[in-house]
């Protein structure tokens, strides 16, 4: 056998120290979407456990997506874009509770279609940052305040929960409650604040 006159050469990039980006984190490929992050437009995301709010899932074609018991909710402000939500979910779902994407706001809970336990109208609760108020507005001392948001979005860095539009920065990354599920590199924490919060998890090397 005759061997190649040129030598082999082999590199290795040690996630993080060589290359960013994908090897900042390590997503499950078996997976592509989730209830955090909805598929493209025509697409619906079948979950593999819709009662847990970190489950990921199948993007499938909308129109054959959800199965019979199952209700299409399409994500707002994305046509054709949505997650399949068992309908007796819409009974006990703080995410979507009695219809599509009524959240109970301030991590309230779902009794038989109805959300028990809300903050009032125009009201927030200040550990959840502005999450319970409106686009643009602030949770400042328990009220939604018109234009007190930061200007920077879920996973942008932050000193402080003022640089962010959801008003929360936990370990210099903004952060937001897991109402909607949690985006690749964070987690929920039940216990941070009602509802659950996002917080990053560790970075996870692409060679030990």
Request: a negative charge.
């Amino acid at each position: 056998m005759i061997l190649p006159s040129w030598p082999l050469v082999v590199v290795i990039a040690v996630c993080g120290a060589v290359v960013p980006g994908p090897c900042s984190y390590a997503p499950d490929p078996a997976f592509d979407c989730s209830a955090g992050d909805p598929c493209g437009r025509n697409l619906a995301c079948v979950l593999v456990d819709p009662t847990s709010p970190d489950s990921r899932g199948f993007c499938r074609s909308a129109d054959v997506a959800c199965e019979d018991g199952q209700l299409l909710c399409v994500v707002p402000g994305l046509d054709r874009s949505g997650l399949c939500v068992p309908e007796e979910q819409l009974l006990t779902s703080s995410t979507h509770c009695g219809d599509c994407f009524a959240r109970c706001r301030g991590g309230a809970s779902c009794v038989e279609g109805e959300c028990v336990g809300e903050p009032a109208p125009d009201a927030c609760l200040p550990e959840r940052g502005n999450f319970d108020c409106g686009g643009g507005e602030g949770c400042v001392d328990g009220v939604c305040v018109d234009g007190a948001a930061g200007p920077a979005g879920t996973l942008d860095p932050c000193d402080d929960g003022a640089d962010c539009d959801g008003g929360l920065c936990t370990l210099a990354i903004c952060s937001r409650p897991c109402d909607f599920g949690c985006p690749p590199t964070t987690a929920c924490d039940d216990d941070a604040v009602p509802g659950g919060l996002c917080v990053p998890v560790p970075e996870v090397g692409c060679f030990e």
